[in-house]
């Protein structure tokens, strides 16, 4: 999968992370037929985020609907009624193909190390991760030594929010994820088995 001409480099995901609870409440909404605007005035309404900045709840509305936009309604069903473990594995697929650096480090380390049955996530991968994109992308090689940081923090807080991570004796051992047979191949039939495979492994 090439996302060269898709989508640019960004590190705004560390203040846009999983988001799953909000991302069910969002995809509940358009489920209910509700429209960009009607979502957003009800956001701020009723404040569902729980927020206290309105440009904070208008922010993570944005990126939640930017991130579910693409969906059809049986992908949005399953995020909000669907067994746990499906429905955070669709709010990371939802990330994976919203974030091209993000999609990268599942495609170049997490599926990798699984693959090669390496499945403790270090630090060192991540520094050779961003250490080989920073000499690939003047973009990602502007960006301060914080931001880097950050965003180690951030995956690692995504992948174990959605049940990809787990510690074990003070390491961090990825695992894949199990998503309902329905759904997956569901999204590998619309021609997503790219996005999939990474979450659950190889599909024969």
């Given at each position: 999968m090439n996302m060269d001409n898709l989508l640019k480099y960004r590190s705004t995901i560390k203040s846009r992370p999983f988001l799953y609870k909000e991302t069910k409440k969002m995809a509940a909404l358009l489920l209910q037929g509700l429209n960009e605007i009607e979502i957003k005035e009800q956001v701020v309404k009723e404040n569902i985020f729980q927020v206290n900045s309105e440009a904070r709840k208008r922010e993570i509305s944005s990126v939640i609907i930017a991130r579910l936009k693409p969906l059809d309604d049986l992908v949005l069903k399953k995020i909000v009624y669907?067994?746990?473990?499906?429905?955070?594995?669709?709010?990371?697929?939802?990330?994976?193909?919203?974030?091209?650096?993000?999609?990268e480090f599942m495609r170049e380390v997490f599926?990798?190390?699984?693959?090669?049955?390496d499945a403790m996530l270090t630090d060192l991968d991540f520094t050779l991760f961003f250490e080989n994109k920073k000499q690939q992308n003047d973009t990602v090689g502007s960006w301060k030594t914080y931001t880097f940081y950050k965003l180690e923090q951030v995956y690692t807080r995504i992948l174990g929010e959605a049940g990809l991570l787990r510690k074990k004796d003070k390491q961090r051992e990825i695992v894949y994820g199990i998503m309902d047979i329905d759904v997956r191949d569901h999204l590998i039939g619309i021609g997503d088995r790219v996005y999939i495979e990474l979450l659950v492994g190889e599909v024969k």
């Open positions: 669907g067994d746990m473990d499906t429905s955070k594995l669709l709010v990371i697929y939802t990330i994976i193909k919203s974030d091209r650096l993000f999609f599926s990798v190390k699984l693959s090669t049955l």
